[in-house]
């Protein structure tokens, strides 16, 4: 069989050859190349050369660069447009690619020649990136069994193949549980309430799934989230929210409760035995915040500001809805639904106010061409290159001179074989060899409203602001300028991995950047300042609320990862005990967050979710810089370029921000900006 995936793709930029690419590619393919990397890895250890940083660091760092490609390829699908087939497979190919890494990672021969590189090199000799290149080798080694006897390495082998497969099977029930949910209306009076564009979606979705003369709600956030802002009917939103709130939490096949409780005894026993005492302080050895106490004191120091402002948004929001309509009992699937009203009253503004000003094709138009003010990359729209699903738009990005930079895939609706919410992945890496430049291959995938008959797709402003966030990681792939693609672009430590693509968001609320593209879809007529203000007045409405939120999520990561929980039996209970720290509206029985928590149980931000509130004050302390000499000046442009965007994790994050910034950053600015201080 003639296997696309097993050579250099003839294409484009090599990107990959989509169109000839089939399911029963994938497996053969990473079987072939799993045997082509071993030889790879044979030569390294068989080499009689005395090892040194470039025979045996380097030659290991571009060993199995086409199983890199296949398995991007095969993964990136399983999330981007998936299917049973695919998650079959996904099911084979992840034990097999699980142990192939274990078995570089507990070859002896292989980290006996690391070891001597790292024991006996002179450091000094070797460049910043080198020396972070050899650690980062040494310390995987270390931190995957290497230097643990061959019973131990046969547990950690065991235990990493198993919770490989717990967490598809994870994601898969939360994926399922989100696609099989119809809330199917036959009176238009339950729709009283929704705007035009979320009736027009819900007719359309009915018509998808087989309803005739219905609307459809799906657990989807572009029809999840609009219900549960707009519709009137409250046991309609309630009935939502709990549908929401109960995903793989039903004591049927698809109940998360056993996997997760799995999941953490498992992630635990791994770290013990590398002598750890949980697996928040084995993730946190590798991460800018360096250890739980430091997480947890973090997350303190911001809950000591922001629970009095939750519990203060909330209780106008419980005024208002008492005044409104007399609602005595606040409740979640009211929050929503009455704090939207509270701001349209109190900024005169909403959603339908803004939306059609934020037409999709503009919005994209108006970060690339943010993206050109700031560091002069352009975007051309290149259908020569092969694309996965007809959805997607492809681009070449060129820098000021017209050479080429990255090539750019936009795949931003929702469909069936999506996983939810909005991500950035890339397909390809960036490395240099000699003079060559390999340039990466990046992609966004997004879940916004579709274009309907009648009108084109028009984005919610938070939905602009995820926008520009992804961008913001695709950014950071893309301008990524280092010699070793595990060391290039997003590669860095996980509590900065977030500062690009969350200070990006901040251009979305400066008049300079908004008049570059927010236009009415029919009239062309720009966004009135007027509107702008209020937006800018209106950015840390529920700010207390959205804190706590945030700190909620982050409490329940560190509670499930940074203690002995083996004697856990209940899931509910376990997790009602930290919500009560940070709850500032009654919590709902028969409810859980944790068995559809898949950031910390499919993606990878276990004893991580912090570092979104983390990056919050990198980002505003470095905007503030931004700010402080104009939000497209060239030279500041240049320094987070230089420092950042393109030093990837060349160093340690915090040497770094500090050549950018001038200082380390200052929680208070974040306090400042979300009005808690």
């Excluded at 990359?377 to 990255?406: A, L, M, P, R, W």
């Excluded at 060349?650 to 200082?663: A, E, I, V």
Aim: with cysteine.
């Amino acid at each position: 069989m003639n296997n696309p995936l097993i050579s250099t793709f003839q294409t484009p930029f090599n990107t990959p050859p989509f169109e000839e690419i089939k399911n029963e590619h994938f497996k053969p393919a990473i079987e072939h190349l799993i045997i082509e990397a071993k030889k790879e890895i044979d030569e390294v250890v068989s080499n009689n050369a005395k090892a040194d940083f470039e025979n045996t660091i380097v030659a290991l760092e571009k060993s199995g660069k086409q199983l890199d490609r296949a398995s991007s390829v095969f993964f990136n699908l399983n999330s981007a447009e998936t299917s049973d087939e695919i998650q079959l497979l996904a099911r084979d190919i992840s034990p097999l690619l699980t142990e192939f890494s274990n078995d570089i990672l507990l070859n002896e021969a292989l980290f006996s020649r690391v070891k001597e590189v790292f024991d006996t090199v002179d450091k000094q000799a070797l460049s910043e990136e080198q020396q972070t290149l050899l650690s980062k080798t040494y310390k995987g080694f270390v931190r995957n069994g290497a230097l643990l006897n061959d019973t131990d390495k046969e547990k950690l082998r065991s235990i990493d193949v198993e919770l490989s497969q717990l967490s598809l099977e994870f994601g898969e029930h939360v994926l399922a549980e989100t696609n099989k949910y119809e809330m199917v209306l036959k009176d238009a009076s339950d729709l009283e309430g929704l705007p035009p564009f979320a009736v027009e979606q819900a007719k359309e979705t009915a018509k998808e799934k087989g309803h005739e003369d219905s609307w459809v709600i799906t657990l989807d956030y572009p029809s999840y989230v609009p219900f549960m802002t707009y519709a009137k009917n409250r046991e309609l939103r309630k009935e939502l929210s709990i549908a929401f709130s109960t995903k793989a939490f039903k004591g049927d096949e698809l109940d998360n409760q056993e996997i997760v409780k799995r999941i953490v005894n498992l992630r635990n026993e791994r770290a013990a035995l590398l002598g750890y005492d949980t697996h928040a302080h084995f993730i946190l050895e590798e991460r800018m915040a360096e250890s739980p106490q430091k997480v947890m004191d973090f997350l303190g120091e911001i809950r000591q500001y922001g629970k009095p402002g939750a519990a203060n948004d909330v209780k106008q929001v419980a005024d208002f809805a008492k005044a409104k309509d007399g609602l005595e009992d606040l409740q979640k699937w009211d929050f929503g639904y009455y704090s939207e009203k509270l701001k349209k009253e109190k900024y005169s503004i909403d959603d339908e106010l803004l939306k059609p000003y934020f037409q999709l094709e503009k919005v994209v138009e108006g970060v690339f061409k943010t993206a050109e003010l700031l560091y002069g990359i352009t975007f051309v729209q290149n259908d020569d290159i092969q694309k996965y699903h007809k959805d997607v738009t492809v681009y070449e990005v060129k820098d000021e001179n017209g050479d080429h930079v990255s090539v750019f895939y936009a795949d931003f609706f929702p469909r069936a074989g999506k996983r939810a919410g909005a991500w950035m992945t890339s397909y390809a890496g960036q490395s240099k060899n000699g003079s060559e430049n390999h340039r990466p291959h990046v992609s966004i995938v997004c879940n916004f409203t579709k274009p309907t008959g009648a009108t084109p797709s028009l984005l919610t402003f938070n939905e602009v602001t995820t926008l520009f966030h992804e961008f913001g990681h695709a950014l950071h792939g893309m301008l990524a300028n280092g010699t070793y693609e595990s060391l290039s672009g997003t590669s860095v430590f996980w509590d900065f991995v977030e500062l690009p693509s969350q200070i990006l968001e901040n251009w979305c609320y400066e008049k300079e950047c908004l008049d570059l593209f927010a236009k009415h879809y029919e009239t062309g007529e720009s966004i009135p300042s007027e509107l702008i203000d209020r937006i800018k007045e209106s950015a840390n409405f529920m700010e207390g609320y959205q804190t706590m939120r945030q700190l909620t999520f982050g409490l329940l990561d560190m509670a499930w990862h940074g203690q002995d929980n083996s004697n856990v039996s209940d899931v509910e209970t376990f997790e009602k005990a930290i919500f009560v720290q940070t709850d500032v509206l009654p919590s709902v029985p028969g409810t859980n967050m944790s068995c559809s928590f898949s950031h910390i149980f499919q993606g990878g931000y276990s004893a991580g979710y912090y570092s979104y509130k983390w990056a919050e004050v990198l980002d505003a302390d470095a905007f503030a810089h931004f700010k402080a000499h104009g939000i497209f000046n060239k030279e500041i442009a240049k320094k987070f370029k230089d420092h950042v965007l393109s030093a990837g994790g060349s160093t340690h994050p915090m040497t770094l921000y500090k050549r950018f910034r001038g200082q380390e950053p200052d929680v208070k600015a974040l306090l400042k900006r979300a009005g808690l201080l």
